[in-house]
């Protein structure tokens, strides 16, 4: 079952489907959302790796090794954690992109398409590993939103995602009575982050020390928000906090990124062996121990800092 929603002021159709237990009739059945239009792909569509870089397919096509195509349907699945898109060769505007509210499988078997895996139920071991049937009789309600031929097809992916996945939180409880705003659920202009700038993790380690990271959200090339930004910490403190030490962390937030190294690797370009310097954690040049109050993001890249205040 699927229902489709055009809300007004919103750039986006919404698709929800309701898929109830899979009904296999002795043999495995998988269920696949399927949206055509008109747009010339030409056998090419982009998902995401884990909501950050897009990385294109080509249907049919291996560039990495010796293929055989014996399964021209599942071959062409691949992971979409986030979103997925397709665009015309000819014209700028021409495109969709979906935005997923969890991962599936996403696949364009023919140009103008895209497959989506919603649920799936096996009644045979694939022989890979689990040693059982992928035997899925749970029901799913699934909610996609789809935009077509934008201008800006990477904000309104990118951001229509984050609006999906991060809903604001709904507080309720009992009337207190109370007229004015909440002090710890609102802030001033200085909290306003920019519209590339998402605020990933803001964790309270002790009194007085944030753990917080802070993500760029569009790659190099994906119109006029992928540029360099700079971003005032006062957006992640609490309001009327003075900062007093900001230190550059790993990803984990564990170790200080001043203290780390990382390796120099080696890829193959055009049957070339090129050598990639590695990149320090923290920008350019990391902070330890030092009183900052702004922080600037590359496209793509996450800061994680540790920011020590008082009130």
Same mark, same amino acid.
């Given at each position: 079952?699927?229902?489709?929603?055009?809300?007004?002021?919103?750039?986006?159709?919404?698709? %929800?489907?309701?898929?109830?237990?899979?009904?296999?009739?002795?043999?495995?059945?998988?269920?696949?959302?399927?949206?055509?239009?008109?747009?010339?792909?030409?056998?090419?569509?982009?998902?995401?790796?884990?909501?950050?870089?897009?990385?294109?397919?080509?249907?049919?096509?291996?560039?990495?090794? $010796?293929?055989?195509?014996?399964?021209?349907?599942?071959?062409?699945?691949?992971?979409?954690?986030?979103?997925?898109?397709?665009?015309?060769?000819?014209?700028? %505007?021409?495109?969709?992109?979906?935005?997923?509210?969890?991962?599936?499988?996403?696949?364009?078997?023919?140009?103008?398409?895209?497959?989506?895996?919603?649920?799936?139920?096996?009644?045979?071991?694939?022989?890979?590993?689990?040693?059982?049937?992928?035997?899925?009789?749970?029901?799913?309600? %699934?909610?996609?939103?789809?935009?077509?031929? %934008?201008?800006?097809?990477?904000?309104?992916?990118?951001?229509?995602?984050?609006?999906?996945?991060?809903?604001?939180?709904?507080?309720?409880?009992?009337?207190?009575?109370?007229?004015?705003?909440?002090?710890?659920?609102?802030?001033?202009?200085?909290?306003?982050?920019?519209?590339?700038?998402?605020?990933?993790?803001?964790?309270?380690?002790? $009194?007085?020390?944030?753990?917080?990271?802070?993500?760029?959200?569009?790659?190099?090339?994906?119109?006029?928000?992928?540029?360099?930004?700079?971003?005032?910490?006062?957006?992640?403190?609490?309001?009327?906090?003075?900062?007093?030490?900001?230190?550059?962390?790993?990803?984990?937030?564990?170790?200080?990124?001043?203290?780390?190294?990382?390796?120099?690797?080696?890829?193959?370009?055009?049957?070339?062996?090129?050598?990639?310097?590695?990149?320090?954690?923290?920008?350019?040049?990391?902070?330890?121990?030092?009183?900052?109050?702004?922080?600037?993001?590359?496209?793509?890249?996450?800061?994680?800092?540790?920011?020590?205040?008082?009130?």
């Amino acid at each position: 079952q699927q229902s489709v929603r055009v809300c007004d002021g919103q750039r986006w159709v919404e698709i %929800t489907s309701g898929i109830g237990e899979v009904q296999t009739y002795n043999t495995g059945v998988e269920v696949v959302m399927h949206i055509g239009t008109d747009v010339d792909s030409a056998g090419r569509w982009w998902t995401d790796s884990q909501a950050l870089e897009m990385q294109p397919r080509v249907r049919d096509s291996r560039p990495n090794y $010796p293929y055989t195509l014996s399964e021209p349907i599942a071959s062409n699945f691949f992971p979409c954690n986030a979103f997925s898109y397709i665009n015309s060769t000819t014209a700028a %505007t021409k495109n969709m992109a979906v935005m997923a509210d969890r991962s599936r499988a996403t696949a364009s078997i023919r140009d103008g398409e895209l497959q989506f895996l919603v649920q799936r139920r096996l009644i045979y071991d694939d022989n890979r590993g689990v040693g059982e049937p992928l035997d899925e009789r749970t029901r799913v309600l %699934t909610t996609s939103r789809v935009v077509f031929n %934008t201008a800006d097809l990477f904000g309104d992916m990118r951001l229509g995602s984050l609006q999906q996945t991060h809903k604001p939180v709904l507080r309720y409880g009992a009337p207190s009575g109370a007229t004015g705003a909440f002090p710890w659920l609102s802030r001033g202009p200085d909290a306003a982050l920019p519209a590339n700038v998402h605020l990933h993790t803001r964790t309270l380690l002790t $009194p007085g020390t944030l753990l917080v990271r802070l993500q760029h959200l569009f790659a190099v090339g994906e119109g006029a928000l992928a540029v360099p930004v700079t971003v005032s910490l006062a957006a992640a403190l609490p309001s009327g906090a003075f900062i007093t030490n900001v230190t550059d962390m790993d990803m984990n937030g564990v170790v200080e990124a001043a203290r780390l190294s990382r390796a120099d690797f080696a890829t193959c370009v055009d049957g070339a062996v090129q050598h990639i310097p590695a990149r320090p954690i923290g920008g350019a040049s990391p902070v330890t121990g030092e009183v900052i109050h702004e922080v600037t993001l590359q496209p793509m890249e996450i800061r994680v800092l540790r920011i020590e205040y008082t009130v």
